[in-house]
């Protein structure tokens, strides 16, 4: 069966510092990939997402992930926390089992930043 | 409009009654997810729908919880005979087809339930 593992449901950083949030999944076909920001009282934004082109992706607010098939993960990273980084972070892989919409989410991270 | 909409955005019942939330889909998308999100917690999956297949409602957590969607727009979750532990956040997502494509989420419907 298809999963997403999120290491670390709360993650710590000070302002400056670098964000490194975990993401392991299983997939027994090259997947799609994807991160999504959750602010306080609000849905789910996608912050980028991995289809097969380059195994480093870009995305929005100065974050990047690099897709490792070898070590089946999809890290979320990001060289200088912000304060308004502080957000929860989800993790899902789109595939092609049949079940929950083809849509799998990590159970999420929580990422808080100190001044 | 421009993304998902959903309403009520807020919602405070009597533990025992029905509701009704609905979401709005961007126009075009014919994928259509529900989540629920209770405090502090990750994504539940509940429903999906694609186009005029048959919906997934493996999420679905009991026979009071049940969904509609009209053709690729509407789509209507009813809760019957509320209980607290019902509440939570109800979020709705879209995508253009049920493959490579990004979610689209609405700003949720918050449930309450007295």
């Known amino acids: 069966a298809q999963s997403v593992t999120q290491l670390g449901s709360h993650v710590s950083v000070s302002e400056g510092a670098l964000v490194l949030l975990r993401c392991n999944y299983s997939s027994s076909v090259p997947p799609y990939l994807f991160w999504y920001v959750q602010y306080p009282n609000q849905g789910l934004q996608l912050l980028l997402k991995y289809t097969s082109a380059a195994t480093l992706v870009k995305g929005i607010n100065g974050f990047e992930a690099e897709f490792k098939k070898s070590e089946t993960s999809f890290h979320l990273t990001k060289p200088s926390a912000h304060m308004s980084d502080a957000a929860e972070y989800f993790c899902?892989?789109?595939?092609?089992?049949?079940?929950?919409?083809?849509?799998?989410f990590g159970k999420g991270t929580k990422l808080s930043v100190k001044p | 409009g421009a993304g998902v909409s959903q309403s009520p955005s807020n919602k405070v019942t009597e533990k025992g009654k029905d509701v009704e939330l609905r979401c709005d889909p961007i126009?075009?998308?014919?994928?259509l997810y529900w989540y629920r999100q209770r405090l502090g917690q990750g994504l539940e999956f509940l429903i999906y729908?694609?186009?005029?297949?048959?919906?997934?409602k493996s999420g679905l957590p009991s026979d009071r919880f049940s969904a509609e969607r009209t053709g690729e727009s509407v789509s209507t979750l009813t809760i019957q005979r509320t209980q607290q532990e019902d509440s939570a956040v109800y979020l709705c997502?879209?995508?253009?087809?049920?493959?490579?494509?990004?979610?689209?989420f609405g700003e949720g419907s918050r449930l309450t339930v007295l």
């Open positions: 997502a879209s995508s253009l087809d049920g493959g490579a494509g990004e979610l689209f």
């Open positions: 899902a892989v789109r595939h092609y089992g049949g079940s929950q919409g083809n849509l799998i």
């Open positions: 126009s075009g998308h014919t994928a």
């Open positions: 729908f694609q186009g005029n297949s048959a919906p997934d």
